[in-house]
């Protein structure tokens, strides 16, 4: 089996999801870390453009966003599963609040705070992707009583579920749905400056936490940007042509088209031609000198593909 080639870089909240996952199943994998900032020629190359990390590589079927890596993670490692308690559609219907709404108050109570002592360029990038076009977290620190208003009860919203007898949010055993509220507060834990006030009144939500702390990472080796590249472009995708003909937008295999993640800062899109679609992916391939062909997986929910 090819490896698992995941690239990251160590303070990223999205990806500690996903190096979760790892630890879960127990897998051994490639750690290829990149620049917090979209300073990332060999990656760029093999996404098209697609600047959010992480990004699983297999070979060179290329996976942009937790929803598909999460999805390929299980089909190619099954057990132990992600869905331990049988939730399975749950957790991706929980994952638009956690990704969404409750990072972006998690986001701002953290990065507010402290945008004075980080590198200058890191918070205009990440004002701008998170706030939109005129953000600036310098006003963001006059709300944060009421940001903090609002996570709060969110974070009760865990607490109430772990308090009735589990061990973790489903059940008793750990699974997507943990590892989406593991993110938060590992990212409130490490970047918050007030992180034991605001977590403190939340007792049973702290056992979890160290429950899950000891799950780990799984098994990584290193691998250079340059390493993965190199894998990418001596590897054809094995990604196969699939149709959906219930596709509300009446898209098929052949069709040239653009993917554009959905947010307020913008950004780039990503084009190529359909291999394959059903209701929850599109993988479109793409050719390109450094990196050769190339099959990028894309989920639907939060993008917008348009045809060109």
């Given at each position: 089996m090819q490896d698992f080639i995941i690239h990251h870089y160590p303070q990223s909240p999205v990806s500690e999801k996903i190096r979760m996952a790892?630890?879960?199943?127990?897998?051994?994998?490639?750690?290829?870390?990149?620049?917090?900032?979209?300073?990332?020629?060999?990656?760029?190359?093999?996404?098209?453009?697609?600047?959010?990390?992480?990004?699983?590589?297999?070979?060179?079927?290329?996976?942009?966003?937790?929803?598909?890596?999460?999805?390929?993670?299980?089909?190619?490692?099954?057990?132990?599963?992600?869905?331990?308690?049988?939730?399975?559609?749950?957790?991706?219907?929980?994952?638009?609040?956690?990704?969404?709404?409750?990072?972006?108050?998690?986001?701002?109570?953290?990065?507010?705070?402290?945008?004075?002592?980080?590198?200058?360029?890191?918070?205009?990038?990440?004002?701008?992707?998170?706030?939109?076009?005129?953000?600036?977290?310098?006003?963001?620190?006059?709300?944060?009583?009421?940001?903090?208003?609002?996570?709060?009860?969110?974070?009760?919203?865990?607490?109430?579920?772990?308090?009735?007898?589990?061990?973790?949010?489903?059940?008793?055993?750990?699974?997507?749905?943990?590892?989406?509220?593991?993110?938060?507060?590992?990212?409130?834990?490490?970047?918050?400056?007030?992180?034991?006030?605001?977590?403190?009144?939340?007792?049973?939500?702290?056992?979890?936490?160290?429950?899950?702390?000891?799950?780990?990472?799984?098994?990584?080796?290193?691998?250079?940007?340059?390493?993965?590249?190199?894998?990418?472009?001596?590897?054809?995708?094995?990604?196969?042509?699939?149709?959906?003909?219930?596709?509300?937008?009446?898209?098929?295999?052949?069709?040239?088209?653009?993917?554009?993640?959905?947010?307020?800062?913008?950004?780039?899109?990503?084009?190529?031609?359909?291999?394959?679609?059903?209701?929850?992916?599109?993988?479109?391939?793409?050719?390109?000198?450094?990196?050769?062909?190339?099959?990028?997986?894309?989920?639907?929910?939060?993008?917008?593909?348009?045809?060109?």
């Open positions: 790892m630890g879960l199943k127990n897998i051994a994998w490639r750690s290829v870390e990149q620049n917090r900032l979209p300073d990332r020629p060999e990656l760029l190359a093999m996404t098209g453009g697609y600047r959010r990390l992480p990004v699983l590589q297999i070979g060179a079927d290329i996976y942009c966003d937790s929803q598909v890596i999460f999805r390929e993670i299980e089909r190619r490692t099954p057990e132990p599963t992600l869905f331990p308690n049988k939730e399975y559609g749950l957790p991706f219907a929980l994952s638009r609040w956690t990704d969404g709404a409750m990072f972006d108050l998690a986001m701002r109570v953290s990065f507010a705070p402290v945008a004075d002592n980080l590198p200058r360029a890191l918070v205009a990038d990440r004002a701008r992707l998170y706030l939109g076009p005129d953000g600036d977290f310098k006003k963001e620190v006059a709300d944060l009583p009421h940001v903090l208003a609002q996570l709060r009860p969110q974070l009760g919203w865990f607490e109430a579920q772990l308090a009735a007898d589990k061990l973790y949010l489903v059940g008793d055993k750990p699974g997507m749905a943990d590892l989406l509220a593991w993110f938060l507060v590992w990212f409130l834990r490490g970047r918050n400056p007030r992180a034991d006030e605001l977590l403190g009144e939340f007792p049973a939500l702290l056992a979890w936490e160290a429950r899950m702390k000891a799950i780990g990472h799984g098994r990584a080796s290193s691998m250079t940007p340059a390493e993965a590249l190199a894998v990418c472009k001596a590897t054809d995708p094995l990604t196969k042509e699939k149709s959906d003909p219930l596709d509300p937008q009446g898209l098929a295999p052949g069709m040239r088209v653009a993917v554009t993640p959905i947010s307020v800062g913008g950004e780039a899109a990503v084009t190529g031609h359909i291999i394959a679609l059903d209701r929850d992916t599109i993988v479109i391939r793409r050719n390109g000198p450094a990196c050769g062909i190339v099959a990028v997986h894309f989920p639907r929910v939060g993008y917008r593909v348009t045809v060109l």
